[in-house]
């Protein structure tokens, strides 16, 4: 700054003694200090290398890099050939440990074929070897569990007669299980709505037809008609419903659920449907005010809705259906079976926290209880036990879908205890609020 200072200085003494030479000497500095901002602004890309080097000082450029793709989880090996026609020819000079362990190779380089067999694997190296472009392929591994994998071959530049390509691995099985899971479901739940619609459109057409002037029957087909688009709307509500749970399942629910008030609220909005079918509700519940958890209070109701209305649906005119709450359990303790002569089964398990306290709310009713086989298929999506009665409100077959996804969404867990005669019992359990967490919320 004081040089460019100075040197303005003398350029304005000059100009007073030869003004030209002066004018030239200001365009000069003027160009000079230009370029300095222009340096000054383009700072952040001239430190790169400054950076760069301070990186290779720590020692990152010294990294062996081989140990790195050695030890990479995906599969991952170095292909070579010469002469196209010869396939023997082609040698893999490399292969990381997942290569090594995926594809049982047991040297560190041999035969390409000793390594690959798949036909449209080597397809794709071939094309990377030779046709310079990036092969793709699907490898099918068999085993305890077929997986799929999505092999990318890439060409490597090099000197001579022998090229090079980088072939790797990607483990695809559980995306495609997945798009296989959304394929089902998508199946699955046209099908449910096409029942009810196809008996609609039967009862429309009925109604224009031979039956137009019978009113006998057209009261009858009516009655029928409203029946199925009721159970439309209930697929769709539990569609809808299961959708936005599942879009925010990973997200820790942010309020406070006084679940002893919860359960209250349920069976009163229950009553009616219970005094319909002859059945009573009996609760044992901590006094409200005891029994806070962390939760969202419109899932837990959900939650609870779905227990107690399977239970009534269940259960015969004459039973009835208890409802209990515990406080400050272990996870052992809310999994340990109640009843001798029942099966018992975790339909969703929570991770494991050693000192964590749970509540925990059981539904028990007097129904037909559950065989064995179906324990484990009740959470999923449209199942429903064949040749069961529940009357004219058929379940959708989601109620306990979205009761294991709120729960979840809860860091919580369900069983099920059952047996044939015997009647079930839901359980559902959540954390609850720390005691220090608490105290530390209050303070
Ligand atoms: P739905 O809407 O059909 O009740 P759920 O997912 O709640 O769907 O239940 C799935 C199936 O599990 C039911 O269709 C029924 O066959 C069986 N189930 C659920 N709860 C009980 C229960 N308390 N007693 C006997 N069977 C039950």
């Known amino acids: 700054m004081l040089v460019l200072a100075a040197a303005i200085g003398v350029a ?74 010869d396939l023997n020819a082609r040698r893999f000079l490399f292969a990381n440990a997942a290569a090594r362990e995926l594809l049982r190779i047991q040297r ?16 794709a190296v071939d094309e990377a070897l030779f046709e310079h472009v990036v092969g ?19 060409p490597l ?28 479901f998508l199946a699955n739940a046209s099908h449910e709505l096409r029942t009810p619609l196809a008996s609609l459109t039967g009862f429309i057409e009925t109604l224009r037809g031979h039956a137009r002037d019978d009113e006998a029957a057209r009261d009858r087909f009516l009655t029928i008609m409203q029946v199925q688009a009721e159970r439309m709307r209930r697929l769709i509500d539990d569609l809808l419903s299961l959708s936005r749970i599942e879009l925010g399942e990973h997200i820790a629910p942010a309020g406070q659920v006084d679940l002893t008030v919860a359960a209250i609220d349920v069976l009163d909005a229950l009553g009616p449907l219970a005094q319909e079918r002859g059945v009573t509700f009996e609760s044992k519940l901590p006094p409200p ?15 609870i809705q779905n227990l107690a209305e399977n239970a009534l649906k ?32 975790s339909l969703l398990t929570p991770d494991h926290a050693p000192d964590r306290r749970y509540a925990a709310l059981r539904v028990q009713d007097q129904g037909s209880g559950i065989a064995r086989a179906n324990l484990p298929r009740l959470t999923e999506r449209f199942f429903r036990v064949e040749g069961q009665k529940s009357g004219e409100h058929a379940g959708t077959g989601l109620g306990l879908a979205i009761v294991k996804h709120i729960v979840n969404r809860h860091r919580g867990g369900v069983t099920v205890e059952s047996a044939e005669g015997m009647g079930a019992t839901f359980t559902f359990y959540i954390p609850m609020t720390r005691r220090d967490d608490a105290e530390a919320g209050a303070a």
């Open 108 to 123: 560190p380089e041999g035969p390409l074929t000793t390594a690959i067999r798949a036909p449209e694997v080597l397809a």
């Open 157 to 184: 530049d090099s000197d001579g007669d022998i090229r090079l390509a980088v072939v790797s691995l990607r483990d695809e099985t559980e995306f495609r299980r997945s798009e296989r899971t959304r394929a089902d």
């Open 314 to 345: 269940y259960t015969p005119a004459g039973g009835s259906v208890s409802v209990s709450l515990e406080m400050g359990l272990d996870a052992a303790s809310c999994v340990a079976p109640r009843s001798a002569g029942t099966v018992h089964l």
């Open 136 to 154: 793709h392929a699907l490898y099918q591994a068999g085993g305890v569990q077929d997986r799929v994998w999505r092999v990318r071959a890439e």
């Open 289 to 303: 005010g005891e029994a806070e958890a962390p939760g969202d209070r419109d899932q837990i109701l959900q939650v």
């Open 12 to 85: 304005l003494l000059v100009m007073f003694w030869r003004p030209e030479a002066g004018l030239a000497a200001l365009a000069a500095l003027a160009v000079i200090a230009i370029a300095g901002v222009f340096a000054y602004v383009r700072r952040p890309f001239a430190t790169q290398p400054l950076a760069a080097s301070a990186a290779a000082r720590a020692g990152v450029s010294a990294l062996p890099f081989a140990l790195i793709v050695e030890r990479a989880a995906d599969p991952m090996i170095i292909a070579a050939g010469g002469d196209r026609a």
